[in-house]
T-cell receptor, first 116, second 117 residues
Framework: GAVVSQHPSWVICKSGTSVKIECRSL??????MFWYRQFPKQSLMLMAT?????????EQGVEKDKFLINHASLTLSTLTVTSAHPEDSSFYIC????????????FGPGTRLTVL | DQQVKQNSPSLSVQEGRISILNCDYT??????FLWYKKYPAEGPTFLIS?????DKNEDGRFTVFLNKSAKHLSLHIVPSQPGDSAVYFC????????????????FGKGTKLSVKP
């Protein structure tokens, strides 16, 4: 149980285009979803926290107009990288939490974005 | 199918004693393993890692052991302190730990450690 999927698993796009990444909780309802970006040497940066039906809360330094997050249902959150540039190339991971606390997070398998 | 498994969702330990968190994996291509620590309302922070060419890595109170034949790793915290109370995630990578296109991380579901004073 508690499976989180991401789609696509990898994507290559041209600079200036937009890319949408989906995060789905397959067998539970995720009231809260998180988006992370992986940096070299395995560090993870929390980008934003989204609660179903409300606007995402972005961490300091994350451009909300560039990284659009939508949590339209209890099983789906999307991250859209708008006007992607090569520096946006990274590994994006989502995680989902079932209840009001965020102690337990179930991670998705990640999406590898490469911007040419 | 889960490639990284943490079968104990929670663990309670007395302050000063040893905490042992376990992690199993199924993918034999994994060659780099990491432990992350997560406090409430924060993202996971990197704690310690180990390459598959080693069977032990130590950093202060934290030691990670790797048993490749059993596809098992464990994190030992000695002595445990109340500030160690957090959720610990095990993660694995098939990219040698360098990030980039080979460094995709696969996470376990975490173990919540509670260290009682």
């Amino acid at each position: 149980g508690a499976v989180v999927s991401q789609h696509p698993s990898w994507v290559i796009c041209k600079s200036g285009t937009s890319v949408k990444i989906e995060c789905r909780s397959l067998d539970f309802q995720a009231t809260t979803m998180f988006w992370y970006r992986q940096f070299p040497k395995q560090s993870l940066m929390l980008m934003a926290t989204s609660n179903e039906g409300s606007k995402a809360t972005y961490e300091q330094g994350v451009e909300k107009d560039k990284f659009l997050i939508n949590h339209a249902s209890l099983t789906l959150s999307t991250l859209t990288v708008t006007s992607a540039h090569p520096e946006d190339s990274s590994f994006y991971i989502c995680s989902a939490s079932q209840g009001p606390t965020t102690d337990t997070q179930y991670f998705g398998p990640g999406t590898r974005l490469t911007v040419l | 199918d889960q490639q990284v498994k943490q079968n104990s969702p929670s663990l309670s330990v007395q302050e000063g004693r040893i905490s042992i968190l376990n992690c199993d994996y199924t993918n034999s291509m994994f060659d780099y393993f990491l432990w992350y620590k997560k406090y409430p309302a924060e993202g996971p922070t990197f704690l310690i890692s180990i390459s598959s060419i080693k069977d032990k890595n130590e950093d202060g109170r934290f030691t990670v052991f790797l048993n490749k034949s059993a596809k098992h790793l464990s994190l030992h915290i000695v002595p445990s302190q109340p500030g160690d109370s957090a959720v610990y995630f095990c993660a694995a990578s098939a990219g040698g730990g360098y990030g980039g296109s080979q460094g995709n991380l696969i996470f376990g579901k975490g173990t919540k450690l509670s260290v009682k004073p």
